[in-house]
Nanobody, 119 residues
Framework: QVQLAESGGGLVQAGESLRLSCSVS????????IGWYRQAPGKQREVVAK???????YYVDSVKGRFTISRDVVKNTVSLQMNSLKPEDTAVYYC?????????????WGQGTLVTVSS
């Protein structure tokens, strides 16, 4: 069974840093892509950063230069280092993995971890 478990959320002040981690129950490279989404109150869930199986990262424009996604294929974890946090980064952050099996896409989600940035 594929499971994703996030950790590392919390309350910080603007300008501070947080590191989120996601531990997965399968081999990390089984995912075609793995990364982080977030959902702020009253808004749709959006992709924040993700990494392809080959290791290529993608970032939404609003976090470029501040957030860094990384992975550890030995520990089967993916992390999101968030620097220079802003109040608008406040959201529930979800780890997400995408797999393709028999030409069908499967999406897996963690339970989410709350990040609150105070001004």
């Amino acid at each position: 069974q594929v499971q994703l478990a996030e950790s590392g959320g919390g309350l910080v002040q603007a300008g501070e840093s947080l590191r989120l981690s996601c531990s997965v129950s399968v081999v990390l490279t089984d995912f075609n892509a793995i990364g982080w989404y977030r959902q702020a109150p009253g808004k749709q869930r959006e992709v924040v950063a993700k990494m392809s199986r080959g290791g290529s990262p993608y970032y939404v424009d609003s976090v470029k230069g501040r957030f860094t996604i990384s992975r550890d294929v030995v520990k089967n974890t993916v992390s999101l280092q968030m620097n220079s946090l802003k109040p608008e980064d406040t959201a529930v952050y979800y780890c997400h993995g995408e797999m393709w099996r028999a030409s069908q896409q499967y999406d897996y989600w963690g339970q989410g971890t709350l990040v609150t940035v105070s001004s």
